[in-house]
């Protein structure tokens, strides 16, 4: 693990903890290591050492591709598995907007905001037909914003690509609708919602684009097909979200197979964030979210990223590893023959 200059304490305490639970369970020497390093030089060493055989890496897209990228220029190319960005879109379809629009604009601005904005299962952006309840779902967003505190956000950095990701919404015609209290510190993050209607966010494509850190964008559409059209416009996520009533229930189900394609989650009358470590989990999805969508890097399951199948054919009983044999000397739970 390479430990991040951002927080050295916190990763000093989880691999405290790491490595106490090796020991505990009698795992090998050396099964668990944490490196420092300043800058990517830790990193790219790691990536091109010979015994690596997978990386995981979550950050930026930019970040993600110049280690996947340079994991193929290897002698021997390896996995490089990656959570990289996602607006974690919600939709809300018209009845769900009409009876309880003020309801959920206020959770998504609750859920928008839990770390300064900084989760990559943050709900950014959301999608409602301009039609009842839109101007309630409005006027709870723009509240839950302004009422927020500027809060320190993690880096230097992180909080200069805020500024810059909110300048080039501007930039393409987003219009600022609310804002919360302005920063008392260097890097404060100020809380922002932006409006645009379809036809700008179809037109922008910056607009689609993660900004990491407390804002969202409300983008009104005209009508359910446009609400497809600008669903179908979306790159891989991580997640997303519907909510509904019972007579949405048709432009659900002419939503659901668009959105089975752009993510690994999708969530019904709530929001994607938080989540918990099940075996259910999936924290995943196509690119650009992550880079193999096929795996979950959170979740009982995320392990499989780092299983490589090997198949023993004809071999003698005694020359099959001990968890292949016959007796099955471990008592491990095994499959036979799918049984």
């Known amino acids: ?20 639970a090796v020991q505990e369970n009698g795992l090998p020497e050396g099964v668990f290591s944490m490196v420092r390093g300043i800058g990517n030089t830790i990193g790219e060493a790691l990536v091109d050492h010979p015994l690596i055989k997978a990386v995981t890496f979550t950050g930026s897209e930019h970040g993600g591709m110049a280690l996947y990228r340079r994991a193929q220029l290897r002698p021997d190319p390896i996995p490089v598995f990656t959570e990289m960005t996602s607006v974690n879109p919600t939709f809300i379809l018209p009845h769900a907007l009409a009876e309880r629009g003020a309801q959920i604009g206020a959770g998504f601005i609750e859920r928008m905001l839990v770390n300064v904005g900084q989760a990559c299962l943050r709900p950014a952006i959301l999608f409602a037909i301009k039609g009842a309840g839109f101007e309630a779902l409005r006027a709870a ?6 009422e927020a505190s500027a809060r320190t956000m993690l880096t230097p950095g992180i909080h200069a690509s805020y500024l810059s990701g909110l300048g080039a919404m501007e930039s393409v015609g987003a219009n600022r609708i609310a804002e919360g209290s302005r920063a008392n510190a260097d890097f404060d993050g100020q809380s922002v919602l932006h409006e645009v209607d379809g036809q700008r966010f179809l037109t922008e494509t910056v607009l689609a684009q993660e900004v990491f850190g407390p804002s969202a964008l409300l983008v009104n559409v005209k009508d359910e097909d446009e609400l497809l ?9 991580l997640s997303a979200a519907m909510h509904l009533d019972e007579r949405d229930m048709p432009l659900a189900h002419r939503m659901l197979p ?17 989540q918990e470590v099940t075996f259910a ?4 999805g196509p690119f650009p979210a992550t880079s193999d969508s096929r795996f979950t890097s959170v979740g009982m399951t995320s392990i499989e990223r780092f299983l490589r199948p090997v198949s023993y054919q004809g071999f003698p009983d005694a020359l099959l590893p001990e968890t292949l044999r016959e007796f099955d000397p471990l008592g491990l739970p095994r499959l036979v023959d799918g049984q």
């Open 258 to 274: 668009v959105l089975e394609r752009r993510t690994g989650r999708i969530v019904v009358n709530a929001f994607a964030h938080p």
């Open 281 to 284: 989990t999936i924290h995943g």
């Open 141 to 146: 967003m723009a509240k839950g914003v302004t």
């Open 1 to 20: 693990m390479k430990a991040h200059n951002a927080h050295p304490g916190a990763s000093e305490i989880q691999a405290r903890a790491i490595r106490k």
């Open 229 to 237: 059209v600008v669903a179908r416009s979306l790159k891989g996520q």
